[in-house]
């Protein structure tokens, strides 16, 4: 993790968890985002996450949420979610972003 980051773990809240599917000859989904914590190349779920200070958002990886959070419940939970949502997108051929919110895991009873 950047030294500038690992100063302030506890500092930040959860906004949301995302994925990309794509459509075309296949149906994918983006494996190519980069961590702003460590930078980390292949994420396939981004960990969007605002300071509680400053109001600035990063996205980062599910360890370095974990981290950053000081809960690693909570993305965790984002994540298998996020999945469920992905799963549907790539069977049903819908491109597009597929998120998962504090608010939609209290909705399913998971929060």
Known sequence: MKPELAKTIGDWSYVRC????????AVSVDITQQCEACSNTNLRF????????????????IECAGM?????????LAENETKRKEKWRMEYGRPGRCYTTIEDLVKRGTL
């Open 68 to 76: 950053l959070l000081e809960d690693w419940e909570l993305p965790r």
């Open 18 to 25: 995302e994925v990309w599917v794509h459509t075309g000859a």
């Open 46 to 61: 981004v960990h969007v996450l605002e300071h509680m200070e400053d109001d600035r958002q990063i996205g980062v990886g």
